[in-house]
């Protein structure tokens, strides 16, 4: 398992979620919304991972940011 940061947009609100890939902890963070009653159609990915060096539990982004649902997917 990873862990990822999933996040609206704007940047106003985000979820940590542990998961396989960007698209699961998408698909999670989604569900997670959704089920408070704010559901989310974009959101932006980032796996996290810790930084080298004895610093403690700060994680900070190891990816550039995953758009979902992905910029010029064709659907149909």
């Known amino acids: 398992m990873r862990i990822f940061k999933v996040y609206v947009p704007d940047e106003a609100d985000h979820q ?3 998961a396989k890939s960007p698209l699961q902890a998408a698909r999670i963070a989604r569900t997670v919304w ?4 704010t559901p989310q159609d974009h959101v932006k990915v ?13 994680y900070e982004p190891n990816t550039t940011p995953t758009e979902y649902p992905k910029r010029g997917r064709r659907k149909g």
Not at 46 to 58: A, S, T, Y
């Open 46 to 58: 980032v796996e996290l991972r810790l930084p080298v060096g004895d610093v403690g539990l700060i």
């Open 16 to 18: 940590l979620t542990l």
């Open 34 to 37: 959704a089920e408070a009653g």
